[in-house]
């Protein structure tokens, strides 16, 4: 049986083992299958209401997607944005595709109902589409947001979070751009006039856009990429040696299993639940390696370092291999003593743990705050290469994109490594600012003496 996902799924929610894309979002026509290829490829499909694959949602996610091999969790916010407006078009007796496909194009008024709709939160959606008690059969009418839409959905519980909202907007706004170049295509090829359903179209798709950019929160380039200092990286680490004095954990097993925690997520700057999940087996001693099956994006092999093997080794051999039968044969590496696989939540307290531990230690230390900090570590890294051996730019980008399990095409090792020429410009002009005044200083203070 292919897992199942239901296309009003929150993409962005995590509950402790539970992959994103299997959480159930509400009733819902629409499904979302995810299985792997013949090549070994994960592949994600819509699903309409009669278990048939929904063939035009599924070749625009093929031909704008997979062939430019973006991530599978990509294509299922994709496939589910897009089953979110066939929905809406659903509820008011149209069918979505056939429209697109004839240039029977949507309305302003119809483009902003959309909208509307896309900003609801999995449940609003779903009491829209469903009759409601003392409201009829019909859909609701929503209210307009106005100038300030960000305020609108801040106070209104009914919507989902700014950024997933802008994020579907922006699937469905591409999925119709497909659509209407397709339709103009067949228009030319058929010596049709197509000016208008241009003309139209562009005004559509820019309202659409508009309505998205609104909502959109960017975080490319500011302190919420913001990694740890290395020495406190250096001082968790050595707190946390089993037997350190200063380790807030209780000896033996916890302590063991808390510190190579801690070293995989140093080392790999891999994602919280790609930690939390890793099994035994994908742990490769002699290659100080640790294969991230459970990825959001990109599986991917990463490394560990030799402290990070070393600990591994110790730990499965003084306590794992004696967890009960039964809890072993799972091969979860991170459980409790019990084997029992610890959760997110358990994770966030650990780190919480850490936090008090060290009163200096910064109050944004979490697991995914040890990505960024990966990520500086690796900027610094190349910054240190001779000219001559320095890699260009381009490279960089691919190889942080590959080792952080981003798709060739993604923008994350672009933003990542304009934060840090950034901030090491900042450094350099404050060096600079600080030996213009130091040497003005020093000059007011030979003059002095002069005098």
């Known amino acids: 049986m292919s897992p199942v996902t239901r296309a009003h799924a929150d993409v962005d929610a995590e509950e402790p083992g539970v ?50 091999n973006r991530s599978p969790e990509t294509c299922v916010k994709a496939l589910a944005s897009i089953a979110m407006a066939r929905c809406w078009a659903k509820s008011r007796g149209a069918d979505l595709d056939l429209q697109l496909r004839t240039g029977d194009l949507l309305s302003i008024e119809e483009v902003e109902s959309l909208a509307d709709y896309l900003l609801l939160s999995a449940r609003a959606q779903a009491e829209q589409i469903t009759p409601v008690k003392n409201h009829g059969a019909g859909t609701q009418i929503l209210r307009p947001f106005g100038s300030r839409p960000q305020q609108a959905m801040a106070a209104d519980s009914r919507l989902a979070n700014p950024k997933e909202a802008a994020v579907r907007i922006h699937y469905v706004a591409e999925y119709f751009d497909w659509h209407l170049k397709l339709r103009l295509g067949s228009l030319e090829r058929l010596k049709r006039e197509s000016a208008d359903l241009r003309t139209l179209g562009e005004q559509l798709l820019s309202r659409l856009r508009q309505r998205g950019r609104g909502f959109n929160i960017s975080t490319s380039d500011d302190e919420t990429r913001e990694g740890i200092p290395a020495e406190m990286v250096d001082k968790i680490t050595a707190a946390l040696a089993p037997g350190s004095p200063d380790n807030p954990f209780e000896p033996g097993f916890v302590q063991d299993r808390n510190h190579l925690l801690w070293l995989l997520y140093a080392s790999s700057g891999a994602r919280r ?108 890294l190349v910054d240190q290469q001779p000219p001559d051996k320095r890699m260009d730019p381009e490279q960089e980008i691919r190889i942080r994109n590959k080792l952080q399990g981003w798709s060739p095409q993604s923008e994350m090792g672009a933003q990542y490594a304009r934060r840090h020429i950034r901030k090491r410009d900042d450094d350099l002009a404050e060096r600079l600012a600080n030996n213009i005044i130091e040497r003005g200083s020093g000059e007011r203070g030979r003059a002095e003496e002069e005098n």
């Open 273 to 380: 639940a790609e930690i939390q999940s890793v099994l035994v087996r994908d742990v490769v001693y002699a290659n100080r390696t640790v294969f991230v099956r459970r990825s959001k994006t990109q599986p991917r092999d990463v490394f560990i370092g030799k402290e990070g093997a070393e600990a591994f080794d110790s730990f499965v051999e003084t306590h794992w291999s004696r967890l009960p039968k039964a809890a072993r044969k799972h091969g979860q590496l991170f459980t409790d003593k019990q084997g029992r696989l610890l959760s997110l939540r358990q994770v966030n307290r650990i780190f919480e743990r850490i936090r008090a531990m060290l009163p200096d230690a910064p109050g944004y230390l979490t697991p995914h705050t040890m990505r960024r900090t990966w990520n500086d570590r690796f900027s610094e």
């Open 19 to 68: 992959e994103p894309w299997r959480k159930r979002l509400g009733p819902q026509p629409f499904q979302i299958r995810r299985f792997n290829g013949r090549n070994g490829r994960a592949v994600a499909i819509l699903v309409d209401e009669k278990a048939g694959p929904a063939f035009y949602p599924n070749v625009f996610v093929t031909a704008a997607f997979v062939k430019a």
